[in-house]
């Protein structure tokens, strides 16, 4: 893989990862751009003890664009877009809009006693997948896959080296009824200043986990349960199993993750980056195949924090959708949203016999 890093007009900076050592990138970004937003503002809330980001630059974000003016397609004469070449294999660049940034103007503060603020510091990056606008990460080739898993890789060491930087969080959105406002195959990075609410929950549980069975690891002691059991296993190789958590909370939810645990997915072997290609392309396909129609989804990998417990975490990738059904989406109500309690309209055990057999 060659990797070529060069700025766009506005000072951002994009990275191709070819997968020809005789790729040349040094087409300039011929665009007048606006000067790049300020950082976003952090906000403590106290109830909770958690972080909210108001980034009110991303209003004016671009939403849902015509084909022909998609910002993620590959500049072919006058018209621009924010990726130079002609043509890529996987581009990673700095968000437009991030929710977080390292264009700090604000100093640290308060809204009330109760409520300190402090600038949104970190980095969000945009991955795309291929140049091809129709494609889908299920329509990769596993070479492809693995060309983005190596790009992951690198950016999740890089931005894991930002000053302030706690976590690395690398995620695809897939669908409009998840909310993605460009339809091109893409992903995302978020290089958060603070550990997020989800992974402080699982640690925590892991922590204790590890200290009632003198230092077993909570979530390998779970997947060897899982594939022990078998009943929830979509699919699995000599590397990877995907299967169907016990505890589901969404209709359609599948965790892969490597036999082997490591803390993220720069510390995966060249044998294991090759096995996970053909095996989630499997699951993702299976997913479009249960109702005969593009599945809107998360892909979400859990990556231990960058600089406390990397021992107690398990690399996966947990993904999931809000269908339920051909006709039906499954929504955030009273519970879920209010409360925090999902309730699932489909048993675990049902959902990976249906991928099973899709």
């Known amino acids: ?39 976003s503002q952090l906000r403590y809330d106290p109830l909770t003890e958690e972080w909210v980001a108001v980034a009110v630059h991303r209003q004016t974000r671009t939403f849902l664009p015509p084909p022909d003016e998609c910002p993620l397609d590959p500049s072919v004469g006058d018209r621009l877009t924010e990726i130079p070449a002609p043509d890529y294999d996987v581009v990673v660049f ?36 291929t140049s091809d606008h129709n494609a889908s990460f299920a329509s990769l080739s596993p070479t492809r896959v693995r060309t983005v898993l190596d790009a992951l890789a690198d950016r999740t060491v890089a931005l894991g080296e930002l000053p302030g930087v706690e976590q690395v969080f690398c995620f695809e959105n897939r669908g409009v009824e998840i909310g993605v406002t460009l339809h091109h195959p893409h992903g995302q990075i978020y290089a958060y200043p603070f550990v997020t609410p989800r992974t402080r929950s699982m640690l925590a549980a892991a922590r204790r986990y590890a200290e009632r069975t003198l230092g077993g690891n909570l979530y390998a002691d779970v997947l060897a349960a899982e594939r022990a059991a078998g009943e929830r296993v979509v699919a699995s190789n000599a590397h990877w199993t995907a299967y169907v ?41 299976r997913f479009d195949a249960l109702f005969d129609m593009p599945m809107p989804y998360i892909a979400a990998w859990h990556q231990a924090p960058v600089r406390i417990d990397r021992d107690l975490g398990h690399l996966h990738l947990q993904l999931f959708s809000i269908r339920r059904a051909k006709d039906k989406l ?7 949203s209010g409360m925090g309690v999902f309730i699932n309209d489909i048993a675990p055990e049902r959902a990976a016999e249906m991928l099973r057999a899709a």
């Open 1 to 39: 893989m060659k990797r070529t890093a060069i700025r766009l007009a506005d000072g951002r900076e994009l990275i191709y990862f070819d997968e020809r050592d005789d790729a040349v990138r040094d087409q300039p970004d011929r665009r007048e751009l606006p000067s790049l937003p300020p950082a």
């Open 330 to 336: 499954k929504y955030l109500a009273g519970s879920e």
């Open 94 to 129: 700095e968000n437009r809009f991030p929710s977080l940034s390292g264009h700090v103007v604000d100093a640290p503060g308060e809204v009330t006693p109760f409520t300190p603020l402090r600038p949104g510091v970190g980095r969000c990056e945009v991955v795309c997948f």
């Open 245 to 285: 958590p016990a505890a589901a909370r969404w209709p359609f939810e599948v965790h892969v993750a490597p036999h082997r645990p490591v803390p993220d997915i720069p510390a995966l072997d060249d044998a294991e980056r090759d096995a996970f290609a053909p095996l989630y392309l499997d699951v993702l396909r």
